[in-house]
């Protein structure tokens, strides 16, 4: 059975930082495409940052580019989202996800998904 475990997530100050780590287990990690996404309340998913299998190309969005910093380590089935200088827009339900095709900014196709981690920034 595939998993994708997720935890890291939790309430911060703004300005803070927290580091996000999503585990896999039952797959060939180093295959997959790895992205992050977030759910705000009301709102659509949206594309966060993706991965390639090796880590050669990496895709931010534009509202976190230069705050956070997505990476992996295939040794360990592991992938994380570093994030930095973080304001109350990014409050929302981050989840992780694995792609065995193309890098995409879309959710639709990704294979797996984790459960889901709370980030709220709130002063």
């Known amino acids: 059975q595939v998993q994708l475990v997720q935890s890291g997530g939790g309430l911060v100050q703004p300005g803070a930082s927290l580091r996000l780590s999503c585990t896999a287990s039952?797959?060939?990690?180093?295959?997959?495409?790895m992205g992050w996404f977030r759910q705000a309340p009301g709102k659509e998913r949206e594309f966060v940052a993706a991965i390639t299998g090796g880590g050669s190309t990496i895709a931010y969005a534009d509202s976190v580019r230069g705050r956070f910093t997505i990476s992996r380590d295939n040794t360990k089935n592991t992938l994380w989202l570093q994030m930095n200088k973080l304001e109350p827009e990014d409050t929302a339900d981050y989840y992780c996800?694995?792609?065995?095709?193309?890098?995409?900014?879309?959710?639709?196709?990704?294979?797996?998904w984790g459960q889901g981690t709370q980030v709220t920034v709130s002063s």
């Open positions: 039952g797959l060939t990690f180093s295959r997959y495409v």
């Open positions: 996800a694995a792609d065995l095709g193309l890098m995409s900014r879309t959710s639709a196709p990704y294979d797996y």
